[in-house]
């Protein structure tokens, strides 16, 4: 048999192969994708940690169910149905929570609005932010306008020396 006469067979048999592969791969669900009623468990936690009122439970159900990578780390999160916080809608949601609780947490909402609206919603100053008695809301413009609201964590350079 030449090499031209099995190149046939040989395709077949990378497309038998392949097809079935490619078939269960497409009709799986997204790992880890939230639904509208895991969502609607989570959402009350989330808009408040993204309003800098309190810290979400990370033992509750709803939390532990929020997608994550390889890591633990939390995924960026689009919300299956509208979500607002300080009643402007929120496109995308980042949380970021450092397990030894040495670099604090960050509740990060991309907003669909201008920032002179977050600034007017979340009652931010002139320069865009706002202390709370959680943490720090900022507002963040680049691509997109974001709100965050970021908690400190233990971490403490006041004995840091350089030699």
């Not at 939230?34 to 808009?47: G, M, S």
């Not at 509740?107 to 609005?113: C, F, G």
Request: one cysteine or more; proline letters at 7%.
């Amino acid at each position: 048999m030449t090499k031209i006469q099995w190149m046939p067979s040989l395709r077949g048999a990378r497309i038998k192969t392949l097809a079935p592969l490619l078939v269960s791969v497409l009709a799986a669900p997204a790992a880890h994708a939230l639904d509208a009623v895991q969502w609607q468990a989570a959402a009350p936690a989330i808009q408040a940690a993204l309003e800098c009122r309190a810290k979400p439970d990370a033992a509750a159900a709803a939390w532990k169910a929020l997608p994550r990578d390889e890591t633990g780390a939390l995924k960026p999160i689009k919300p299956p149905v509208p979500f607002t916080a300080f009643g402007l809608p929120v496109r995308e949601v980042s949380i970021f929570i450092d397990p030894d609780g040495e670099m604090g947490e960050s509740y990060t909402a991309d907003l669909s609005v201008t920032a002179a609206a977050v600034r007017k919603a979340a009652k931010l100053n002139a320069a865009g932010g706002r202390t709370t008695k959680m943490g720090e809301l900022m507002l963040g413009e680049g691509g997109t306008v974001q709100l965050t609201c970021t908690v400190a964590g233990t971490y403490d350079e006041s004995d840091y020396q350089e030699n």
